[in-house]
Every structure is written in C-alpha cells, then in structure tokens.
C-alpha cells in the first residue's frame, strides 16, 4: 500500500536506494538531490522530485526544511512514473495538493484507504498521466468496491456480491484488487475493520464486545485474536495507552 510522511534532512549527505518509487514534495526550504546521474534542487513551491524503484540517489540540505514523502510500491503505480523525469516543477495544483496533504497528515492520519486515495490523485495531477480506457474502467471498478468495504466493513464479506457488484468473476475481481492495492479484498476488509475499531477504543468509551459487534464480530473471542493479529496488543492493552 501506499505510504505518506512528513520528513526533515539534514546537512550530512546520504545516499541510498529502494525497490518502490518515492514522490519528494517541499513543504518549506530546499533539498539538493542526485537522482542516479541528475542533479537537481527541490525546493518549496517550485520543484519536485520522483525517485524512481532501484535509483541511486544523494540528498543533503541545509536550514530548516520540511518535506512530505510518498512511498509508491504498487506496480501499477510505479509503471505510471515510469517515464517521468527525475524532477518535475510544481505547477499550481501540485502544490495545493501539498497543502491539502500536508492538512491530512495532521488532522486525518489514520483515515481506512486514503494514502490510496491521495496517491491516485498525485498521480492524476503529473504531466503525461492519461490512463489507458482499459486500466482507467478497471481502477474504477476496484475503487467502487473499496469505498463499498470501507462503508459496509460490519457486514460479512461476499466476494460472489462484490464481483457480480462491478461484473467481474470473483477470479478478475481478487486479482484486480491485489494488483491495484497490494493486498487481498479479505485483508483489506479485515484492515479497515480493525481501524475502526482502533479508533472507536481511542475515542469512546464502549465496551470492547460492543465494538466488536460494531465491526461486524458476533464472537468477541474471534475479535480479540484478529485485533491481536493487527495491532500486536489486545483491545484493552490499546486503549490503556491513549493519553
């Protein structure tokens, strides 16, 4: 799945690479980069960089900075990069995305599918991005039914339902969701069922067995092994920690 975080660098540089595709967007001050053979600067409301899966690449700044960072490890996504230079200037909807995604990280960090979501439309705002009919229909149909899990999370997963949802087969229907998402449509209902109830024992006080009834669990027992199985910690091990 997709990753976003806010990162500040320091003078000394670093050098490294990744197998996923990374997005630098400038928040405030300026990156120098080295993107395989490319030298560039990245800087706050004029440049951007794309860091390409298994591009060497240096960085050092100097100042305060501050930068959101985007880890895209989907392959339709990185095949979407692919021909993308190492910088990019940032016109005026880039960088009101920036402002937007700078708002979420603060205030909606743990909202089911939007790294997904904020991803897709970075995507859409780069030059050259105009998706194929075919892929654009399939991203569709994989997006109608990850906002239908994300809205329905309490009721039990159907795949014959969701399939016939789009008019796909169930086969067509998993490996569309795998390749677009990364992960299973189980996981993923399983996922934002967790989330919700993560959120519910960080900001309510209801018992654990009504919220797992709220996230679509009749056996508390069953809920308590799958929140382990997330979180690491039971649901009242969690709910100890908040402030």
Known sequence: MPQFYQRSYSQEQQRHSHDFCQL?????????MQIDHVSGQVAAGETMAIVKAGQQHAFAASGDNRFLVMDLALPQQQLALDKQPAFLPMHQGIRGFVDCLEYQLLHRPNVPGLPLQMSELLL???PGQ???AQYSGHRQRVQRVRMWLDQHYAEPLDMKALAAMVHWSVRQLSGQFRLQLGQ????YHQQVRMQQAAHWLKTTELPVQVIAERVGYADVSSFSYRFR????M???QLRAERP
């Open 24 to 32: 630098v967007l400038p928040v405030a001050g300026a990156l120098d």
């Open 234 to 236: 039971s649901a009242r």
């Open 124 to 126: 859409g705002l780069l």
């Open 130 to 132: 105009a998706l194929s």
């Open 184 to 187: 299973s449509v189980r996981d």
């Open 229 to 232: 199985q997330c979180y690491g």
